[in-house]
């Protein structure tokens, strides 16, 4: 694997990265075409997305296109939308996000954190499981039409809010 370089901080997305954000996370969701359609999301959704949440982003430097990594988090204890560039997948960068989106939701006082994923993309499971995640419930899929049966499974870890820990 190449070497990856990546700013020295992490960033919150702004409206203006809407269209480079939704073009990374078209690029890294592009692996489920086997039960979508379509792309996964588009700026006009993401730009409503930061008016609730943000996305936290790396970016790459040696790229005109630097946006390397990125993920949603809403401060309550929810974090989705975890995107990758396909070439830099397995370099770490979604679980330093992972990490990173624990760490502003236990700053803001969350004490659980939630994520739901696609029962088809079992990886995720397994992947999710190893960070401390786990499956509390299930609910349904309604995103957008689907090619194959599919629904989500919510899961959750706790979390040691920072007022706690004092």
Sequence with gaps: MESIALSASVRRATPGDAAALADLVNRAYAIEAF????DRTNAGELARMMETGTFVVL???SRADSLAAAVYVESRGYFGMLAVRPELQGAGLGRRLVGIAEGLCEAAGAREMHLRIINLREELGRWYRSLG????GTSP??????????HFVDM????????AAA
């Design 35 to 38: 039960f979508v359609d379509g």
């Design 59 to 61: 970016d790459q430097a």
């Design 133 to 136: 995640y786990r499956e509390i």
């Design 141 to 150: 899929y309604e995103h957008r039409a689907t090619k194959r049966p599919c």
């Design 156 to 163: 959750a870890k706790p979390l040691r809010p920072l007022a």
